[in-house]
């Protein structure tokens, strides 16, 4: 079992940047990929990234290419949000999988409660 809790959302101007944590419980931690996905209101959850155990091979939407970077150290995963806009105002949560590493939504077995980030223009 996983528990996972996110922080670090709120509100920032448009073009500002923030960073995302989300804490994991798990002592196995390290043996699960790590995505982060967002859902705006009125909207279908989205996948923004995803970093596989070793931290080689991080997967990212095309919405947030460039902008956005993940991470993971010991039992953490990061979202650095950067030239944020106010499109990119969500929910935003983590996610995880011991045997799945993709964009796919269904896939991952434990999610956080979500942070809300908010982007004015």
């Known amino acids: 079992q996983v528990h996972l809790v996110e922080s670090g959302g709120g509100l920032v101007q448009a073009g500002g940047s923030l960073g995302l944590s989300c804490a994991a419980s798990?002592?196995?931690?390290?043996?699960?990929?790590m995505a982060w996905f967002r859902q705006a209101s009125g909207k279908e959850r989205e996948f923004l990234a995803g970093?596989?155990?070793?931290?080689?091979i991080p997967l990212y939407a095309d919405s947030v290419k460039g902008r956005f970077t993940i991470s993971r150290a010991k039992n953490t995963v990061y979202l650095q949000m950067n030239s944020l806009k106010p499109e990119d105002t969500a929910v935003y949560y983590c996610?995880?999988?011991?045997?799945?590493?993709?964009?796919?939504?269904?896939?991952?077995?434990?999610w956080g409660q979500g942070t809300q980030v908010t982007v004015s223009s």
């Open positions: 798990a002592r196995t931690f390290g043996n699960y990929a």
């Open positions: 970093i596989d155990v070793s931290s080689t």
């Open positions: 996610a995880a999988d011991p045997s799945y590493y993709g964009s796919s939504e269904m896939e991952y077995e434990y």
